[in-house]
Structure formats: structure tokens, C-alpha cells
């Protein structure tokens, strides 16, 4: 390959989110890294809106793009777009295409995806702004998890959304419509185990990582059992811990492939490109439901992505290789 743009956006301090943001950078520098120690000549550019995208393509003639932006100023959909207007350009772009980000992005018509595959994940439905709960009647059953249907890095998922009655449950609803004016999912919250598969691209086929495990004991008694926000973004939330998981999970080995085999299933369901990472729960039971489906993860070194990329014996310079050589496959 002749040359790479690193392409991110620019993180904004005055963004409710603003570590999630700040975290692309991290994120460039694993570009970087990968991209040196292949030999591949690179530059790195950061854009503000989707408009500024054809300018920053046009300093350069690099033939693939490695796309990191993960948010843009204007619509909330635009960064999903940034495939499309890379290859309307004539370059190739790493990851998934503009049609499965918009997809997986919306985590209501992920679920329906999902579930015309055969693929379970938790009982739900969303409540949009300005409209009432449903009866309880017509709810999946308690407990309940309320998060914004069009939302990554666990933005908007805090400590308490969890809601175990009717009064709380409005309220959680009632905040994801006042923060993030969208409709809220409101889904049955599995009280289990959580787990993660990362999945890479291998000559037009894909390959799932090892298990990795969350480490809900590492985390303060207590404190729910789930990754939100602060768990994921906020340095000593959980006192002396980066990253709370275990990869690979201690987990029996049919357990393991099944787990995989489903990661690998809703790969081919939603049309992932390049990389991917797939989240589940296990109830008590054994029974495994997808919770979300995240297209272009989070590649930073502390993350998920690169430490079970590790755990699968594969040098980071050969992940990034497999990821551009997806994005120059038609």
C-alpha cells in the first residue's frame, strides 16, 4: 500500500462527553503504531464536520483512509457517513461501510436484524420524546435497562440505569429524552455475566478473538453490574483498575464457541466490514443474548479490541495490515 490517511475528529472540550471524545486520540496513536511498523507512509488529519472531509482528501493522494471519527458537529448520524464520502472520492476506507454504521448505531433496527437472524438479545422497545410508557402489561419484564437508542461508548448509560419499578423507570426515560432528544430503549437488564468477541477480517472471511471477559469483582460492592460511562471513561472510578476484564474468560470451551459462533453470526447479520466487536450477557441459565454490536471499536491500547487481538497471538502491526487489506477488497 502506498500511503494511509489517519483520519479522526476533532474532540471537543465543551462536549457532554468529552472523555469519549479525547479518547480518539488515543486511538490515532494505535494507527500510528501500526501503520510505522508496517513501513506504510501515513499523514493524520482531523475534521469538525462532514463537509470538511472532501478538503482534507484533496491535501493528499492517499489511496486508503483508516477511519476514526467517531462523532462530527451537526447531525448525529453524520460520522457514519464518512465511508460513503470517502469512496464517492475514490478512496478506500477501512472498517465497516456507511450502511452498517447506520445500522448498528440505531440499536432498535440492530435487534430487529438480529432477531430475523435468529440471534436473541434482551426483550425491548423505545419510548420516543413526548410519548408514555407503555402499560406494564406491555413491557419486557422487570428490571430495566434505559439507555438512548443512538449512542456509543456507553454515553448515557449511568450507574443508576437500572430501574426496578414504574416511578423509576419514568424518570430514566424522561432523562435520555431531555439529554439526548431521541427516543430511550428500554430493555429487560440481564443480570449475569458480561462478555465480549472481537472479530477481524481474514481474506474475505472473519475471525473471532478469544472471550473476553467483564470483571464485575474488581468493581467497589455495590456498584451495579454494569460497564457505564464513568466504569468505561472515568480514570478511578473503579480504584487501581484501567480495565476490568479477563481475555481470555475463564469459561468452558463449548461455552467459548458458542459465544463465538454467535459474535461471528451477527457479523454476517449486519454486514460488518474490516473489525468489529460484539457485547453479550449470560442470564443464569446459559443463555446468551447480544447486547450490542459495535462496528469500528475502539482501538486504543487500553481497549478491548487490541488486548484480545493480543490474546489471540497476533502482533498488532499484522491486525492493521488485516484491516487494510479488507478496506482494499471489493
Known amino acids: 500500500m502506498n500511503s494511509v490517511l ?5 474532540p471537543r472540550e465543551e462536549s457532554a462527553w468529552h472523555e469519549s471524545e479525547f479518547g480518539v486520540l488515543a486511538e490515532v496513536g494505535a494507527a500510528v503504531e501500526g501503520l510505522t511498523a508496517l513501513g506504510i507512509p501515513h499523514r493524520v488529519a482531523g475534521v469538525r464536520r462532514l463537509s470538511d ?29 464518512v465511508p460513503a464520502v470517502c469512496r464517492s472520492h475514490g478512496r478506500r476506507c477501512t472498517g465497516s461501510s ?21 440471534i436473541i438479545t434482551p ?6 420524546p413526548g410519548a408514555a410508557i407503555p402499560a406494564c402489561d406491555a413491557l419486557p419484564p422487570p428490571p ?4 438512548p437508542d443512538q449512542a456509543d461508548g456507553s454515553e448515557g448509560i449511568e450507574v443508576d440505569s437500572i430501574a ?11 432523562r435520555v429524552h431531555g439529554r439526548f432528544s431521541q427516543q430511550a430503549l428500554v430493555e429487560h437488564f440481564i443480570d449475569g455475566r458480561e462478555f465480549n468477541v472481537s472479530l477481524l477480517a481474514l481474506d474475505g472471511d472473519v475471525e473471532a478473538m478469544p472471550v473476553s471477559e467483564i470483571d464485575f469483582g474488581l468493581m467497589p460492592p455495590g456498584r451495579p453490574r454494569i460497564v457505564d460511562y464513568a466504569v468505561k471513561w472515568v480514570k478511578g472510578t473503579i480504584p487501581g483498575v484501567v480495565s476490568p476484564r479477563r481475555v481470555p474468560a475463564p469459561i ?3 461455552l467459548s464457541g458458542r459465544i463465538r459462533d454467535i459474535a461471528r453470526r451477527t457479523w454476517l447479520a449486519t454486514g460488518c466490514r474490516g473489525y468489529a466487536r460484539v457485547d453479550f450477557r449470560m442470564n443464569v441459565s446459559g443463555d446468551v443474548f447480544v447486547i450490542e454490536v459495535n462496528a469500528n471499536p475502539d482501538i486504543s491500547s487500553q481497549a478491548a479490541f487490541p488486548a484480545a487481538v493480543a490474546a489471540a497471538g497476533i502482533p498488532w502491526k499484522h491486525a492493521v495490515a488485516r484491516i487494510l487489506a479488507d478496506a482494499t477488497t471489493p
Open 6 to 10: 489517519v483520519l479522526h475528529n476533532v
Open 53 to 81: 472531509i472532501p478538503a482534507t482528501l484533496g491535501f493528499g493522494r492517499e489511496e486508503c483512509v483508516f477511519n476514526l471519527v467517531q462523532s462530527l458537529e451537526g447531525d448525529i448520524h453524520d460520522f457514519n457517513l
Open 98 to 118: 456507511s450502511e452498517n454504521l447506520l445500522l448498528t448505531f440505531n440499536k432498535a433496527r440492530t435487534k430487529a436484524v438480529l432477531a430475523d437472524s435468529g
Open 123 to 128: 426483550a425491548g422497545l423505545t419510548v420516543e
Open 144 to 147: 430495566w435497562i434505559v439507555k
Open 164 to 174: 426496578q419499578d414504574a416511578s423509576s423507570l419514568d424518570r430514566l426515560v424522561k
Open 252 to 254: 468452558p470451551s463449548e
